[in-house]
């Protein structure tokens, strides 16, 4: 394979396994993953985030991927990325995501080769920074992030199962990727 290295997101709701994961399939394939870079920066932070720190969030986290992907020989993999940005702004700050991001965000989602789907089928664990806990609101996030995928006609395999499963799905769904790119 030659050329820009493929780009896979860890994609889905929080308390879904994505960190889990990324550092997984970076462990199987020997390549680089992309952090979430609104932890660090909830952290850095006080945990005290609101409409004003959209934009250095956004791009901090593409600031993460494109690391990633300058250390990246094959594939990298990013623990969420701007889509999944523009989801949060929108839930939790409505009206306040800067246009770029949503612009920047949709173009962004056009150069991953695939999107993997993380269900919300693992248990929650409670974290300072999630704030969707019941199941419906569990339910309503998954059902929102799939179908961000499928409006924009993007490539995504739904990633379900215990942490053992997930791997192996995700696994054998980058493989596929990698042997038709090759």
């Known amino acids: 394979m030659s050329g ?3 780009r896979i997101a860890v994609f889905g709701p929080e ?10 399939l970076a462990a199987h394939f020997g390549e680089p993953w992309s952090q979430e870079f609104v932890r660090a920066y909830w952290d850095s932070h006080d945990g005290k985030v ?22 990246a020989r094959r594939v990298m993999f990013c623990d969420t990325e701007l889509l999944t940005c523009v989801l949060y702004d929108d839930l939790l700050f409505p009206g306040a995501c800067p246009e770029w991001v949503r612009a920047e965000a949709d173009k962004r989602a056009r150069g991953f080769a695939l999107y993997l789907l993380c269900g919300t089928d693992l248990p929650f664990e409670p974290d300072p920074q999630r704030c969707f806990a019941t199941p419906e609101e569990r339910e309503m996030c998954r059902q929102l992030w799939r179908d961000t995928l499928v409006k924009r006609g993007l490539p995504f395999v739904e990633i379900n199962g215990t942490g053992e499963e997930r791997a192996a799905k995700a696994i054998t769904a980058v493989d596929e990727l990698i042997r038709t790119r090759s």
């Open 4 to 6: 820009a290295p493929l």
């Open 15 to 24: 308390s879904t396994g994505k960190t889990t994961l990324a550092q997984t």
């Open 50 to 71: 609101g409409p004003a720190d959209l934009d250095a969030i956004a791009r901090g986290q593409i600031a993460n991927e494109e690391a990633a992907a300058q250390a």
